[in-house]
């Protein structure tokens, strides 16, 4: 009887243990919600006389639909290669949504992810 209380009772202890990990995993994976009053992130603002300054291979910003990139660190890697020069330290909305020295297309959601990663404000009105 003693064995057979020890053996329930042992199994308890696993499956709680078992539980545990899976409920931490839980809380981990939630969000927690934003703080009422909780300021939003400031934006930094670039004048176009500022990007137009960063108009070189060596140092390239794009903008594109009211928001500045700086995409130096993607001009090797290019997949339309020297393509990416022509919109350094511009507007190049139109560039980007119409490829003109390529496919005539938009970019691709990829393009766009990469896009993100290099984002650092928006234009200032």
């Given at each position: 009887?003693?064995?057979?209380?020890?053996?329930?009772?042992?199994?308890?202890?696993?499956?709680?243990?078992?539980?545990?990990?899976?409920?931490?995993?839980?809380?981990?994976?939630?969000?927690?919600?934003q703080?009422?009053?909780?300021?939003?992130?400031?934006?930094?603002?670039?004048?176009?006389?500022?990007?137009?300054?960063?108009?070189?291979?060596e140092?390239?910003?794009?903008?594109?639909?009211?928001?500045?990139?700086?995409?130096?660190?993607?001009?090797?890697?290019?997949?339309?290669?020297?393509?990416?020069?022509?919109?350094?330290?511009?507007?190049?909305?139109?560039?980007?949504?119409?490829?003109?020295?390529?496919?005539?297309?938009?970019?691709?959601?990829?393009?766009?992810?990469?896009?993100?990663?290099?984002?650092?404000?928006?234009?200032?009105?």
């Open positions: 009887m003693l064995i057979l209380f020890l053996f329930l009772t042992g199994c308890n202890k696993q499956q709680t243990n078992t539980d545990q990990p899976q409920q931490q995993q839980n809380q981990e994976q939630t969000p927690l919600p703080a009422q009053g909780q300021e939003q992130p400031i934006v930094q603002k670039f004048s176009m006389e500022e990007i137009a300054k960063h108009n070189s291979k140092d390239c910003w794009l903008l594109i639909s009211g928001k500045v990139y700086n995409v130096t660190n993607n001009i090797g890697v290019h997949p339309g290669g020297a393509a990416i020069l022509e919109g350094c330290g511009k507007d190049a909305t139109t560039l980007f949504e119409t490829r003109p020295m390529g496919s005539g297309t938009p970019h691709s959601e990829k393009a766009r992810g990469y896009l993100a990663n290099t984002y650092m404000g928006d234009l200032q009105q």
